[in-house]
């Protein structure tokens, strides 16, 4: 199962993994996400899924989710422009879990998906990142997403 980490403390599970940020846009904007053009993004909460299996693992791409954005370089830095990271989860493994991550988010009840492909253009998953209106409570996912 995915643990809890606090982004402002963070201590990422050392290796390789699976994570999840909840991110909060306070307000709408229309943003420009790389080659996927200029989307609108309501004000709410957007839950991205994602995985680290490269040069420093979780604990490097979480630190890069976490610092201020300089120069965008996944989809998700250009939301991070606009929006807060309000909480990670994450689970250290050498199997990655992002697509059954991001497709049983898509179920859950509330769910949308704001922006087709976001994080997901080298698979075939619909979107990995998940829109919400109000805060996703991960604690009752996340049984299931272990």
Do not use: N
Request: proline share 8%; charged share 15%; net charge positive.
């Amino acid at each position: 199962m995915p643990e809890k980490i606090s982004p402002s403390a963070l201590l990422a599970p050392q290796g390789k993994g699976t994570y999840i940020l909840i991110l909060r846009l306070a307000a709408p904007a229309a943003i420009t996400v790389g080659k996927l053009g200029t989307h609108r993004f309501d004000a709410g909460w957007y839950v991205y899924v994602g995985s680290a299996f490269g040069l420093g693992g979780l604990r490097g791409r979480l630190k890069h989710h976490l610092s201020p954005v300089r120069k965008p370089h996944w989809h998700i830095d250009y939301l991070r422009k606009y929006a807060s990271v309000e909480s990670v989860w994450a689970l250290a493994g050498e199997t990655s879990l992002e697509h059954v991550w991001a497709a049983a988010l898509a179920r859950w009840p509330g769910a949308a998906i704001p922006v087709p492909r976001f994080g997901a253009s080298d698979c075939a998953c619909r979107s990995h990142l998940i829109g919400f209106a109000a805060p996703p409570d991960l604690s009752a996912l996340a049984p299931r997403l272990g």
